[in-house]
């Protein structure tokens, strides 16, 4: 068959090197494959929550080295599934509510389960609190990274505002949408300036050459870092340190992340609240170094 041409979806800027030479690569190779035997992104999702759920079982042996090891490249499976399924569902343009939402439980899910893991080995009531506190860290992390990231990558292409999601009747798709929806509010007002451009893309250009540096800091809130780091504190014989790193320097990388992206946009917006125009953008891109 055809290969299909390649995913565009994400910009290169802000993303993980380990995204951009090892899993997506990795997942592109598999797309043809996947997609010439049917196989659902919905289905790729699952396989994806069951590699994540093997790693879990490997980490729970964290004591010996081999099993951290089999842990780390089962994790990286995960990895490479959980682009894969996006890909399939936007070569098919099978996209859908139910699939958004089950490639995001999926991935909680995964994680989850190695923190339930890690805690049942460590077997104190010290190490649970510890786990329950940073996976509610965790998933507040990681919902507010995808709805930045999802928002620059829809700006930088001129895009003032998102596509209206198809509401769903599944109770627990619609509180994944609102959560995932939370930062919208705050961030209204560039997308208003962004709208009323008749030609957005200066604008657009000039906020994506912006908004990369926070960007790429909060790209450390990727579910990458997070494997390596709980290969490495396995490693080192204590995976109590990750869940300290989710606690203290993730969470201050979120709010960093968030209130500089914010001020970002707030440079953007004519004071005046008259159109961008290209004559602005060298002041502009001085104001926001």
């Given amino acids: ?68 090891l089999c842990g780390l490249i089962l994790s990286i499976g995960w990895l490479i599934a959980d682009g894969l399924d996006g890909m399939i569902a936007r070569a098919t343009g099978t996209a859908s509510a139910l699939g958004r939402a089950l490639d995001g439980l999926c ?37 507010f990274y995808e709805s930045e990231r999802a928002r620059f990558h829809r700006r930088c292409k001129g895009i003032a505002a998102s596509s209206p999601l198809p509401v769903s009747r599944n109770p627990l798709v ?51 870092v997070r494997v390596y780091t709980i290969f490495l504190a396995c490693l080192a014989g204590d995976p109590r340190w990750f869940w300290w790193v989710e606690l203290g320097p993730l969470t201050l990388i979120l709010l960093t992340g968030l209130v500089w992206h914010r001020r970002v946009e707030r440079r953007l917006i004519p004071a005046d609240a008259r159109p961008f125009s290209s004559s602005m953008i060298h002041s502009k891109d001085m104001n926001t170094q």
């Fill in 1 to 68: 068959m055809t290969r299909p041409p390649p995913d565009r979806s994400r910009d290169r800027r802000i993303e993980d090197p380990t995204n951009l030479w090892i899993v997506h690569p990795a997942a592109y190779s598999l797309l043809p494959w996947f997609i010439a035997r049917r196989v659902s992104a919905n289905m790729v999702s699952v396989g994806g929550l069951i590699l994540g759920a093997l790693a879990a079982l490997c980490y729970a042996q964290w004591q010996d080295w081999r099993f951290v």
């Fill in 107 to 143: 991935d909680h899910g995964v994680f989850a389960l190695i923190y339930v893991s890690l805690a049942w080995s460590i077997g104190t009531v010290g190490g649970w609190a510890l786990a329950v506190a940073a996976g509610a860290a965790h998933a507040v992390q990681s919902n």
């Fill in 174 to 224: 619609r509180c994944y949408d609102h959560v995932a929806a939370t930062l919208e509010r705050f961030a209204r007002r560039f997308d208003a300036v962004l709208g009323r451009e008749s030609d957005p893309m200066p604008l657009a250009s000039v906020y994506g050459r912006a908004s990369t540096p926070p960007m790429r800091l909060m790209s450390l809130l990727s579910a990458n």
